[in-house]
């Protein structure tokens, strides 16, 4: 059974920074690209960024680029997001998503329950 398990959402002031992390299991974690969704309070779920399988090849939503930084340990079959100067409009929850293969251009079906960020002062 796949499991995704995100954590380290929370409150923060705009500014600052978070780390979220998604422990995955059930599936060859270190074989499969993985990816980052958001939804925004009473939007669609919008795709933030994508990293391939061994890391080499990476992909981020205008709206994230240049703030956020994907990256995975497959030791760990941990997967990470790193948030710097979020501002209110990153606020939603976020969720971690198993590709369908190793490559970006992978579908990301499955999805963990999704942690919560809120960025205001």
């Known amino acids: 059974e796949v499991q995704l398990v995100e954590s380290g959402g929370g409150l923060v002031q705009p500014g600052r920074s978070l780390r979220l992390s998604c422990v995955a299991s059930g599936f060859a974690f270190s074989r499969t690209a993985m990816a980052w969704f958001r939804q925004a309070p009473g939007k669609g779920l919008v795709r933030l960024s994508r990293?391939?399988?061994?890391?080499?090849?990476?992909s981020y939503d205008d709206s994230v680029r240049g703030r956020f930084t994907i990256s995975r340990d497959n030791a760990a079959n941990t997967l990470y997001l790193q948030m710097n100067n979020l501002k209110p409009e990153d606020t939603g929850i976020y969720y971690c998503?198993?590709?369908?293969?190793?490559?970006?251009?992978?579908?990301?079906?499955?999805r963990g329950q999704g942690t919560q960020v809120t960025v205001s002062s």
């Open positions: 990293i391939s399988n061994g890391g080499g090849s990476i």
């Open positions: 998503a198993k590709g369908t293969g190793w490559h970006i251009s992978s579908d990301y079906p499955d």
